[in-house]
C-alpha cells in the first residue's frame, strides 16, 4: 500500500555533493517523522539525519555540517543535501518514514519503521 522510493545515490570523490531524494507513495494519509540511515557490510544501520513534519533536524556527529535533511511534504519527500563527502560516508542509504496509511474505509494503519530499497553512496578517495 505505501511505498517509499529512494534516488540520487552514485560515485562521487571525496570533498564532492550528491542529493538523495527519498518519495512516499500509496494511500498516504499524513506523515510523521522522516529520516535517512545508512549501512555498510557488517555494521548495523545508523541514522544519518532525521525530520519532523514540524522541520525540526537532528543529525548524528559525523555529518553535522556537512549534510542537510530537508522535506517537501506536499510532495511526500525527503532530501539529504550531502557535501563534502568522505570516503567514510561509503554506504547504502535508506529512507525511513513513521507514516499512517489507508488500508480501506474507515481502516487506517499507522507504520510506524517504513523503509525505502536503498541506494548506494560511494566515496572515492
Known amino acids: 500500500q505505501v511505498q517509499l522510493v529512494e534516488s540520487g545515490g552514485g560515485l562521487v570523490q571525496a570533498g564532492g555533493s550528491l542529493r538523495l531524494s527519498c518519495a512516499a507513495s500509496?494511500?498516504?494519509?499524513?506523515?510523521?517523522?522522516m529520516g535517512w540511515y545508512r549501512q555498510t557490510p557488517g555494521k548495523q544501520r545508523e541514522l544519518v539525519a532525521r525530520?519532523?513534519?514540524?522541520?525540526?533536524?537532528n543529525y548524528a556527529d559525523s555529518v553535522k555540517g556537512r549534510f542537510t535533511i530537508s522535506r517537501d511534504n506536499a510532495k511526500n519527500t525527503v532530501y539529504l543535501q550531502m557535501n563534502s563527502l568522505k570516503p567514510e560516508d561509503t554506504a547504502l542509504y535508506y529512507c525511513n518514514a513513521d507514516l499512517v496509511y489507508t488500508l480501506a474505509i474507515n481502516t487506517r494503519i499507522h507504520e510506524y519503521d517504513c523503509w525505502g530499497q536503498g541506494t548506494q553512496v560511494t566515496v572515492s578517495s
Open positions: 525530520i519532523t513534519n514540524g522541520g525540526r533536524t
Open positions: 500509496g494511500s498516504i494519509f499524513s506523515i510523521n517523522d
